[in-house]
């Protein structure tokens, strides 16, 4: 098989089931510790696998542990532990200002050689919203959503990719003809830039999508139980891939329980709904409970149908959840040739192909930039 699956993991607190904290092979005492997730790092790492994404979901009511860290200071702190692998987060739009999401997700492409990648989350936690801003309208979210994207990638593209001289002969460090104020005035936001910083490594960290509105998005990772429904839905992103010139890698969302045998796999799935998990709430959104190698058939199925180009992977818990796909899933895949036995050499978006046309969201700004 010529194309390999793209493979992306999803981490927040104790796995991605209600209950799993109670696991006897959970560590919720360590979920408020950067070692815990250095170590789900360095286990994704050692499998190869191509994007680490920090879940913000943020639990309120006391009876989940959820992620309450920071996920991107906590993506960030990932970076000295980690070398191929990317990381990402979502952004709050709704309220955050563009400038500094701009300059700290340029600051972290450059820190970590390239491996950043974000979603624009367009309505946060209501708990987490209260602490700044009044609620918006659903309408006003998305609008602001819009804007704010906008406002972020003109600023990235504020300094030519060859701004930068550093010409110690000349004295002089960059072009200041390249670098150039974007001066956006919209409905939400009025920026002048230019950034501080120079572009990104990517040019812009990849973008993450998690549903078709978010369409644009470098990567969109959507949720679907039944193959022909998740081809139907693939066939149709890449018809307007074809109609817009756009470049989209597609994922699915699966929640793992893997088990050395099938009935193995399912006494951890009826152990867990004795926690609290109903598995009637995830079995449409993409639910497998087997073996590593019957999960390997339906990745294959999956990708030789055409439904997807990989997985967004969820493991019920962890992190027992990641070393299970660390150890038994991705050897399997790699046998077949469906996964890479090493990363690829380049950024996050040079390795998932996903390219960036020439012109796309220059700053509107005029003439040269010069700091008085």
């Known amino acids: ?14 796995g991605y089931v209600p209950g799993s904290w109670l696991h006897p092979h959970a560590s919720p005492d360590r979920t408020n510790s950067l070692a815990y997730y250095a170590d789900l790092a360095r286990t994704a ?25 920071d996920s991107w200071l906590l993506a960030s702190s990932l970076i000295s532990v980690t070398e191929h692998v990317g990381l990402g987060s979502s952004v709050a739009t709704d309220v955050l200002e563009p400038y500094p999401v701009a300059r700290s997700l340029a600051v972290f492409d450059h820190l970590s050689g390239g491996r950043a990648a974000w979603h624009a989350k367009a309505k946060e ?8 801003v009044p609620p918006l309208i659903e309408k006003e979210m998305y609008e602001r959503n819009v804007e704010f994207i906008q406002v972020v990638e ?15 002969a000349n004295g002089r460090f960059y072009d200041s003809a390249k670098v150039r104020r974007i001066n956006h005035a919209g409905r939400f936001f009025k920026v002048r ?18 549903a078709e509105s978010d369409y644009g998005a470098d990567i969109l990772v959507l949720s679907e139980a039944k193959r022909e429904h998740a081809s139907e839905r693939y066939n149709c992103i890449r018809e307007r891939d074809g109609q817009t010139g756009h470049q989209t890698v597609i994922l699915f969302n699966l929640l793992l329980i893997l088990g050395v045998t099938e009935k193995d796999a399912k006494d951890k799935a009826e152990e867990l709904r004795k926690w609290g998990w109903r598995m009637e709430d995830s079995e449409a959104k993409g639910l497998y409970i087997g073996t590593p ?5 339906f990745m294959e199925e999956w990708m030789q149908s055409k439904a997807c180009d990989g997985f967004n992977l969820q493991p019920a818990v962890l992190p027992s959840g990641l070393n299970e796909i660390v150890d038994t899933l991705v050897p399997i895949l790699q046998r077949r040739s469906l996964f890479h036995t090493d990363y ?10 996903l390219e960036i046309k020439a012109g796309d969201t220059q700053p509107e700004g005029e003439g040269a930039y010069h700091e008085r």
């Open 1 to 14: 098989m010529d194309k390999e699956l793209y493979l992306m993991v999803s981490l927040r607190g104790t």
């Open 45 to 69: 790492e050692r499998g190869k696998l191509d994007l680490i994404y920090l879940d913000s979901a943020y639990d309120a009511d006391g009876n989940e542990p959820g992620l309450r860290l």
């Open 125 to 132: 936690d209501i708990e987490l919203q209260r602490l700044y």
């Open 154 to 168: 003109q600023l990235w593209q504020s300094w030519d990719a060859d701004a930068l001289l550093i010409d110690k």
């Open 193 to 210: 830039g230019p950034l501080c910083i120079p572009q990104p490594p990517q040019k812009h960290p990849v973008r993450l999508g998690f």
């Open 293 to 297: 190698e019957r999960l390997a058939d």
């Open 344 to 353: 690829p050499q380049g950024t996050l978006r040079h390795k998932w192909d």
